[in-house]
């Protein structure tokens, strides 16, 4: 099942809970944002208690950390706001105290939130995959072309982690005062955003403020895009980020998924053939709603369809295109924007995010 689309949510309109599981010791509390129900795979907003102490040890699950607020010190050395932790499954960490409090984000990637008194790494850790880095200061933010297309300029990123067999991604990302961007896009992986500081907007969703969170599954519309006096994010994704850009804010999930089908098939059509089927081929590839929704102007193209008695159904469709006039600006090929919604995020976090995890 994986995790539900959650958003908007913003986590400054729930109250903290406490966490009573095994190890996480008195003074952790929690906020939910989001849960994997089969797996247990999570995303909390922490609160560190002054005085809070836990013992070195490990968690079962990879997870990751950014200190929002105040400080918190594994063993001897102190972190402060704005600190990145990737810390493999089995990584024993020091122990980890908080004199006056902190204010953290806390991802489990692979499992429910745990830890295991410990010095030592499990025996089956990748102890080389662990890092952590000042992020605010040490990094310095670059053009927002992680990815290809990309977005418009004003959008800077800060590469924090990258998984190179998923390629899913962590990373800082801010919008800069007045920024926007008019078209729409999805993605072919899930998407995960809480904001740092700052307000932006999106059509579908509205403003985005301090404490703001969505997790977007898979081919989800969202788009255009503004933010008045800017914002920072962490943003994360669960596989290769690739932006499929329109301007067709009606478009399903299923329509979406089937452009970008199409698009593989036309990259990579012998790829695409083997996995799609074992019997028999579609030489026309799967609808992709750009090139077969109605359009503005006079633009006639002939769809598969128009091919069904040809000498040559195989022909490509792109070279039988035929112009009576030029098609409006914003239509481009495989770097057109699009983009679907009709989902509305009704869930209650107020009690609902807690799935037997913890009780107060």
């Known amino acids: 099942m994986g995790r539900p689309h959650i958003e908007p949510f913003c986590d400054r309109d729930v109250h903290f809970k406490n966490m009573t599981l095994p190890g996480m010791g008195k003074g952790f509390r929690y906020k939910m ?19 809070y102490k836990r013992p070195p040890g490990f968690s079962w699950s990879e997870y990751e950390l950014m200190v929002q607020e105040g400080e918190i010190q594994f063993g001897n050395k102190t972190y402060r706001r704005g600190h990145y932790f990737y810390v493999p499954a089995g990584y024993s ?5 908080s004199k006056d409090g902190a204010l953290l984000l806390m991802m489990f990637n692979t499992g429910g939130p745990s830890h295991v008194s410990s010095r030592s790494h499990h025996q089956q850790c990748n102890p080389a995959l662990y890092h952590d880095v000042s992020s605010f200061d040490d990094i310095p933010w670059a053009g927002g072309g992680v990815t290809s297309p990309t977005v418009a300029s004003g959008c800077m990123v800060k590469l924090l982690n990258y998984n ?7 990373f800082l990302y801010c919008m800069t005062p007045d920024f926007w961007q008019d078209n729409i896009s999805y993605h072919d992986c899930a998407e995960e955003s809480y904001h740092l500081w700052g307000t932006s907007w999106m059509m579908q969703f509205g403003e ?43 478009t399903t999930p299923k329509e ?17 053939n083997w996995m799609v089927s074992t019997s028999h081929n579609h030489p026309h590839g799967p609808e992709d709603f750009e090139r077969t929704m109605p359009l503005m102007g006079k633009r006639k193209i002939k769809t598969p369809d128009d091919f069904s008695n040809s000498d040559n159904p195989g022909h490509s469709f792109d070279r039988e295109m035929k112009y009576e006039e030029h098609a409006p600006e914003h239509i481009h090929d495989d770097d057109s924007h699009g ?16 799935h037997g995890h913890t009780h107060d």
């Open 93 to 97: 960490m020091s122990s980890l105290k």
């Open 256 to 272: 979406n998924q089937l452009r970008s089908a199409a698009r593989l098939q036309r990259r990579d059509p012998i790829l695409y």
């Open 339 to 354: 983009h679907s919604h009709g989902h509305h995020h009704d869930h209650d976090h107020s009690d609902g995010h807690d």
């Open 164 to 170: 190179p067999n998923s390629m899913a991604l962590t």
């Open 208 to 250: 985005i403020p301090t404490g703001g969170y969505f997790w977007r599954p898979a081919y989800i519309n969202h788009g255009a895009f503004a933010s008045n006096l800017g914002c920072i994010a962490l943003g994360r994704t669960d596989s290769k980020l690739f932006n499929h850009f329109h301007y067709n804010p009606w």
């Open 33 to 51: 944002l989001s849960l994997d129900n089969e797996t247990g795979a999570c995303s909390m907003t922490v609160q560190l208690d002054g005085g």
